[in-house]
């Protein structure tokens, strides 16, 4: 799990679903930050497009909180990562536990919202990141590749 140090803001911690997917994102975005360095070569490019989606994602988070009258989370400073990045194979890891985090923050906003706005950006984003978590476990040859219930606690 990639965890802020400190946490960044109220807002973050505050249950808000919402809140708590553009944390997850921008937990994501710091991530693929770090393993850009790592990451082999041949795969560079997917990161950059992965990064931009996060924050592609994010924005449309915080225009949503936004417009609720709401102020978005900030991003901490710096976050942990789950595994110490110093390879392609660890780096991988630490993108894949970046999707699976980011899986369960919009599980959990699928299950909490009570909008369509809330429902659709749940849904999106539980979708992309269960594509690009599968990537990653292929790349990493983990099996099965994909799971059954994206972003339940039974599913890694």
């Not at 894949?96 to 909490?112: F, M, N, S």
């Amino acid at each position: 799990m990639t965890t802020p140090v400190p946490s960044p803001s109220p807002v973050a911690d505050s249950g808000d679903p919402l809140a708590v997917a553009a944390g997850a994102e921008n937990a994501a975005i710091f991530a693929y930050g770090v393993i850009t360095a790592y990451v082999a070569a041949a795969r560079r490019r997917m990161v950059d497009d992965y990064a931009a989606e996060h924050r592609a994602r994010r924005d449309e988070i915080d225009r949503t909180i936004s417009a609720a009258g709401g102020t978005p989370p900030l991003a901490a400073a710096g976050y942990t990562l789950p595994v110490q990045v110093t390879d392609p194979e660890s780096a991988a890891q630490a993108a894949l536990a970046a999707e699976v985090d980011c899986t369960t923050a919009y599980r959990a906003l699928l299950e909490q919202a009570d909008d369509e706005a809330g429902r659709r950006i749940g849904v999106d984003g539980l979708s992309d990141c269960a594509v690009r978590a599968a990537t990653w476990r292929a790349l990493l040859q983990k099996t099965p590749v994909t799971v059954a219930f994206p972003g339940s606690p039974v599913s890694g």
